[in-house]
């Protein structure tokens, strides 16, 4: 099984939708966890860290569902520019910092 | 500014020749990371650095080797052991501690023919 798994996609949406993914995670013992974003032939970018109680920045939303061991990501009033793909990231080890990456959420906003 | 520079961004190697990405930060990160990404996949670990003079093979560490001699400096050597070298590939650094994020270079996209 692998570490962090996403829905490849793609989501098709059009600008000003609300949309959302979900990641899961198979290390119960994982402890941090990212959203980074992903445009086309670049390296990813830090989107947002993930804290257990939720949290926000503008118009993304992340959340963690220890229980069923998935985040997801809430992107409201969506922008032609938030076309990308969007990596799920987690540290399962809290003693190493070795990182595992989702294959990516691919999303396009159309006009 | 602070950040990680790869070098070169584009770089073509006739199969056999073994070849170094350079890799540099100004970060002061003590972890460093590579990983290769190849065309709709996601990212996997090559090897990855906790401190200097010490490194770690990830998931994918054959047919690869790196040096760890500078804090700022992780160099990946691809060598002609490695089947398929043509990727793109990525060296990141974090600052340690569980909830630090890693941090990418640009990038080095390799062609092997």
């Known amino acids: 099984r692998k570490e962090v798994e996403q829905d490849p996609g793609p989501f098709n949406v059009p600008e000003g939708a609300t949309v959302a993914f979900n990641c899961t995670y198979s290390?119960?013992?994982?402890?941090?966890f990212f959203w980074y974003r992903q445009d086309c032939r670049k390296e990813p970018k830090l989107l947002m860290s993930?804290?257990?109680s939720g949290n926000e920045d503008g118009r993304f939303t992340a959340q963690l569902n220890r229980a069923s061991q998935y985040i997801s990501l809430l992107i409201r009033d969506s922008k032609l520019s938030d076309s990308a793909t969007y990596l799920c990231?987690?540290?399962?080890?809290?003693?190493?910092?070795?990182?595992?990456f989702g294959s990516g959420t691919k999303l396009n906003v159309k006009p | 500014d602070g950040g990680i520079t790869q070098s070169p961004k584009y770089l073509f190697r006739k199969e056999g020749q073994n070849v170094t990405l350079s890799c540099e930060q100004n970060?002061?990160?003590?972890?460093m990371y590579w990983y290769r990404q190849d065309p709709g996949q996601g990212l996997r670990l090559i090897y990855y650095?906790?401190?200097?003079?010490?490194?770690q093979k990830g998931d994918i560490a054959e047919g690869y080797s790196v040096s760890r001699e500078k804090k700022e400096s992780f160099p990946l050597t691809v060598t002609s052991a490695q089947k398929n070298p043509t990727a793109f590939y990525l060296c990141?650094?974090?600052?340690?501690?569980?909830?630090?994020?890693?941090?990418f270079g640009n990038g080095t996209r390799l062609t092997v023919t």
């Open positions: 990141a650094s974090s600052s340690g501690g569980s909830n630090s994020p890693l941090h």
């Open positions: 290390n119960s013992a994982s402890q941090s």
């Open positions: 993930v804290y257990s």
């Open positions: 990231v987690v540290n399962p080890n809290p003693n190493f910092n070795k990182f595992y």
């Open positions: 970060l002061n990160h003590d972890a």
């Open positions: 650095s906790q401190i200097v003079n010490d490194f």
